[in-house]
């Protein structure tokens, strides 16, 4: 119990104002709230799983440095889209991803988790920790947690903001989160 604690704690609080939980955010603007909750909850679980097999067997999969240019990269793709608006929806020229928001809410929260400083605490828990599974779950509970906390003020916002404005806002937050990964990984 004691590594399920000290996880949870951990990450909770490395979560909070996290990048990733401005993708729980903007999600839960544009989704229904289960649908972002379960989204992240299966994300946060496989890349948490992977990072505690990572974390008790070997050091590293990939250098930091080439998962923080993913990442950065692909905040810059979150930022085009949150200015092109969601036409998933509606447009028939359009083809919906396979399992639809769920798929499209766990591969976006799955790609900004990738070299995350929680993913990197949680591969660090792990190796100090003997109960690996105490820390996958305690990992993954203290991140769906913190990112629920999020998709209650995307509902907020959702209801109180032009969409217009949360696109650009969350837009302007994917560039500046985009181009500190990539400066951190060139650095």
């Known amino acids: 119990m004691p590594a399920f604690l000290i996880s949870f704690l951990v990450i909770f609080v490395a979560e ?33 799983l992977g990072s505690v097999i990572l974390g008790r067997t070997i050091d590293a999969l990939l250098p930091e440095d080439v998962l923080l ?14 200015l092109r608006g969601d036409t998933l929806e509606g447009d ?6 396979v399992f639809g928001a769920f798929g499209v809410v766990a591969a976006s929260f799955f790609v900004s988790e ?16 003997s109960d690996g599974i105490g ?11 913190a990112d629920a906390l999020a998709i209650a003020l995307g509902i907020i916002a959702g209801q109180r903001l032009p969409r217009r404005t949360i696109g ?10 985009g181009a500190l990964a990539i400066g951190k990984a060139l650095l």
């Open 16 to 48: 909070l104002g996290d990048k990733s939980q401005l993708v729980a955010l903007w999600f839960a603007t544009k989704y229904r709230w289960w649908l972002v909750l379960a989204g992240v909850s299966v994300a946060t679980l496989v890349v948490h």
């Open 69 to 82: 240019v993913i990442v950065g990269l692909s905040f810059f793709a979150f930022a085009a889209w949150s």
């Open 92 to 97: 028939p020229g359009l083809r919906v991803p």
């Open 114 to 129: 990738l070299g995350d400083k929680t993913q990197l605490a949680t591969v660090t828990l792990a190796g100090d920790q």
């Open 135 to 145: 820390v996958w779950l305690g990992s993954t509970a203290g991140m769906v947690v």
């Open 168 to 177: 650009i806002g969350a837009a302007v937050l994917f560039c500046v989160f």
